[in-house]
């Protein structure tokens, strides 16, 4: 038990936060309340500090130390989703945290929330244990396919390459139009055009943050590659949101849904954006200064947008970012096609095994992609080539390290959610 310590970390993480929207947070603490495996998505702070703090592995070394991560790996972050070019597929969904560190900090978090998911729907420690492996043997197996060719540069987990859960996961997606998105959040209004509904959930904004926003559309319009650039028409702005209550990590923060006009000035094509607030990578908390500030322009939104382009194939052409008032941003479509991944439909080992297979894939992919391939001049080593010659002849040690730390681990986790609980009960300020 470190309860003075795991308070702090929560005050010192959110209060920040707490001028702008301090009812948000309220939820948040709610919601990091219901499980540990809620907790430890709503605490990636606390993971980073351990990381800074707790040994290193005896798998990286200085090639390996410092790649592109996703920061925040675990079973909520992967999803179903449409990539540019009409690919149904599985893959990460949120590169809030990307930055570098080594590769298995990525590994070693999903395999706690994967420890964390299994017990909450009541599996035993030793089958979460093989689940586990099997999630690193497909990384490995992955890494080891990938090295010597440039396999990775087109491979994609679909429908025809998968099963079960995941393979369910991609159909979903396939089934989603872009009409149930903009009934979903949006309306016609008395003179036939398009804004949005105001709920609970979706609030107007002041008139002075409608023109700051307004004025910043020409700084993301200007962070995309001209050759994903459509014409201005296309940006138009018609209509924002304060979007609440979305997520558990980012809850604080601000997140604004913007409708634009689409392709064309009909009203069926219009897209939405989402605009989310973006602070330092917690990742960073571990290793201050690791990503050097020039890839990104010491900007935060382009770190993320960058964490994105990097990582996933097919990008959406909308994926940029701006500055609002100081606050960076990053800028991206709300995809109408996203499925989020449902881990508690996991009920049994098979299902289990199965879908963190593709998880392990997807976690290899990532890295694989975003090394040299991407931009030799971030990164200027083969990650599947380093990962695959330090692991070889030792993956036994190398899944039992990661094993080891992962079952160590969740029960920190658990404890740190003990003294999160017994804090929030007695009233204490969290934020």
């Known amino acids: 038990m470190r309860s003075t310590w795991?308070?702090?970390?929560?005050?010192?993480?959110?209060?920040?936060?707490?001028?702008?929207?301090?009812?948000?947070?309220?939820i948040k603490m709610q919601k990091m309340k219901a499980s540990?495996?809620?907790?430890?998505?709503?605490?990636?702070?606390?993971f980073y500090r351990d990381m800074q703090t707790l040994p290193s592995s005896g798998f990286v070394n200085s090639s390996t130390s410092a790649i592109w991560l996703e920061g925040d790996m675990h079973l909520q972050n992967l999803g179903g989703m449409k990539d540019s070019n009409d690919n149904?597929?599985?893959?990460t969904t949120d590169f809030d945290e990307g930055y570098f560190g080594p590769y298995v900090w990525d590994l070693r978090r999903m395999a706690v929330s994967i420890l964390l998911a299994t017990k909450e729907n009541g599996l035993s420690s030793s089958d979460a244990?093989?689940?586990?492996?099997?999630?690193?043997?497909?990384?490995l197996n992955k890494m080891s396919d990938f090295k010597g060719t440039n396999n990775e540069l087109s491979y994609r987990l679909e429908s025809g390459n998968t099963n079960g859960v995941v393979k369910d996961l991609i159909q979903k997606t396939s089934n989603k139009n872009r009409s149930s998105l903009l009934s979903k959040y949006t309306q016609l209004n008395n003179s036939k055009n398009r804004v949005f509904q105001t709920t609970s959930k979706l609030q107007p904004v002041s008139n002075s943050t409608y023109s700051d926003i307004a004025g910043a559309m020409t700084s993301y319009i200007a962070s995309i590659p001209s050759s994903k650039c459509y014409n201005n028409s296309y940006y138009a702005l018609k209509d924002i949101r304060l979007k609440l209550g979305s997520g558990i990590g980012s809850l604080g923060k601000y997140r604004y849904y913007l409708l634009i006009e689409g392709p064309s000035s009909g009203t069926d094509d219009d897209r939405?954006?989402?605009?989310?607030?973006?602070?330092?990578s917690a990742v960073a908390i571990a290793v201050p200064g690791l990503l050097p500030t020039s890839v990104?322009?010491?900007?935060?939104?382009?770190?993320?947008?960058?964490?994105?382009?990097?990582?996933?194939?097919?990008?959406?052409?909308?994926?940029?970012?701006?500055?609002?008032?100081?606050?960076?941003?990053?800028?991206?479509?709300?995809?109408?096609?996203?499925?989020?991944?449902?881990?508690?439909?996991?009920?049994?080992?098979?299902?289990?095994?199965?879908a963190m297979g593709y998880a392990g894939k997807v976690v290899a992919k990532n890295h694989v992609i975003s090394d040299?391939?991407?931009?030799?001049?971030?990164?200027?080593?083969?990650?599947?080539?380093?990962?695959?010659?330090?692991?070889?002849?030792?993956?036994?040690?190398?899944?039992?390290e990661i094993v080891n730390f992962a079952v160590n681990y969740a029960t920190q986790v658990e404890y740190d959610y003990t003294s999160f609980v017994n804090a929030y009960n007695q009233?204490?300020?969290?934020?």
């Open 88 to 91: 149904n597929v599985f893959d």
């Open 129 to 139: 244990q093989d689940i586990v492996r099997n999630f690193l043997d497909t990384y």
């Open 296 to 354: 990104y322009e010491n900007q935060e939104g382009a770190r993320v947008a960058i964490a994105t382009k990097a990582m996933l194939f097919n990008t959406n052409p909308l994926v940029g970012y701006t500055t609002v008032n100081g606050i960076p941003f990053m800028v991206h479509e709300k995809s109408p096609y996203q499925v989020d991944f449902n881990y508690t439909l996991l009920t049994t080992k098979s299902k289990f095994m199965d």
């Open 6 to 26: 795991v308070e702090n970390e929560i005050y010192q993480y959110n209060h920040p936060f707490a001028s702008q929207l301090p009812q948000e947070l309220a």
């Open 36 to 46: 540990p495996f809620a907790f430890y998505r709503g605490t990636d702070h606390i």
């Open 427 to 431: 009233g204490m300020i969290l934020y």
């Open 272 to 280: 939405i954006l989402e605009m989310k607030q973006e602070g330092s």
């Open 372 to 400: 040299k391939d991407y931009d030799a001049a971030i990164i200027p080593v083969s990650v599947d080539k380093e990962v695959t010659d330090i692991v070889s002849g030792n993956k036994a040690v190398f899944k039992d």
